[in-house]
């Protein structure tokens, strides 16, 4: 799953086009490294997410889609933020 998929399905970013925003400006880090939108999330992936003035940093648990809004936060755990 992309990058800026993964963000909006796990709503960590509301929309799909801030999202690619967000990648596209550099302040999409994973595991350490800028990653662009298309960047192919993997489980275990740490993604650092400067947006605003609190970034976020969160490890990858799954990368399927999830069947509702309420199950979307078992996709990943918040390290730091």
């Known amino acids: 799953m992309r990058i800026d998929k993964y963000l909006k399905v796990s ?3 509301k929309r799909r086009t801030v ?9 999409i880090l994973v ?5 662009k939108a298309s960047y ?7 993604i650092e997410i ?3 003035n609190k970034p976020i940093k969160v ?17 990943y755990e918040v390290i730091e933020g």
Do not use: H, Q
């Open 11 to 13: 709503r960590l970013i």
């Open 19 to 27: 999202a690619n925003e967000v990648a596209d400006a550099g302040r």
């Open 31 to 35: 595991n350490g490294k800028p990653a």
């Open 40 to 46: 192919a999330v993997k489980e275990g992936d740490v």
């Open 50 to 52: 400067t947006f605003g």
């Open 59 to 75: 490890r990858v648990l799954s990368t399927l889609a999830p069947a509702g809004k309420d199950v979307a936060r078992e996709m």
